[in-house]
């Protein structure tokens, strides 16, 4: 009778031991991957390493692509953009485990981009998607799990109207 005793209290103990460490590895990834909220918003420390290459047609910070505001966009406010053969970076507070970037690209007038997406962790950069003079409007990138510091957009071919990448707002997020 008193080892099945020590060998119940024993498995209760594994058991308990266990959920503690299921609960604080959940924590962990839920940490990892940004509380599963947008991880490029202005006030989540998200930099723009590219600002001294980038323009910002705005007042103050309405052409931030990372601002909550409501947005007030015209032709000569509200957007980040960059010449041609130029990127726009954004650089994370810190290291995330990411599956989805979604940004909205100019759409006032009817036109089409060319460009690359890159997710980048220790240097490597990783193409999520290479885009050739189709997309429009708000583009959504689900792209397999993977840690990431930052991310590139790379203005390859302009837009049909001119040669500037134009970006209005853009958000990262692990989505589950």
């Not at 006032?108 to 460009?115: K, L």
Request: proline residues 1%; contains cysteine; positive net charge.
């Amino acid at each position: 009778m008193y080892y099945l005793y020590l060998i119940f209290l024993w498995f209760l103990i594994f058991e308990t031991n266990a959920n503690f460490c299921q609960c604080s590895q959940m924590r962990y990834r839920s940490k990892l991957r940004g509380n599963y909220k947008d991880v490029l918003k202005y006030d989540s420390g998200s930099l723009l390493v590219s600002r001294k290459t980038n323009l910002f047609r705005s007042t103050q910070s309405n052409g931030l692509l990372s601002r909550e505001t409501i947005y007030q966009v015209d032709g000569g406010t509200g957007y980040t953009y960059c010449a041609l053969g130029g990127s726009i970076i954004v650089e994370l507070h810190q290291v995330y485990e990411l599956n989805t970037f979604i940004f909205w690209l100019w759409d006032r007038s009817p036109r089409t981009y060319g460009f690359i997406v890159y997710a980048c962790y220790e240097n490597i950069e990783t193409v999520i998607l290479d885009s050739v003079g189709q997309l429009v409007g708000v583009v959504r990138i689900n792209f397999p799990n993977q840690m990431v510091k930052y991310f590139k957009i790379f203005n390859r071919n302009g837009n049909t109207s001119n040669t500037q990448l134009h970006i209005i707002k853009a958000m990262a997020f692990f989505q589950l």
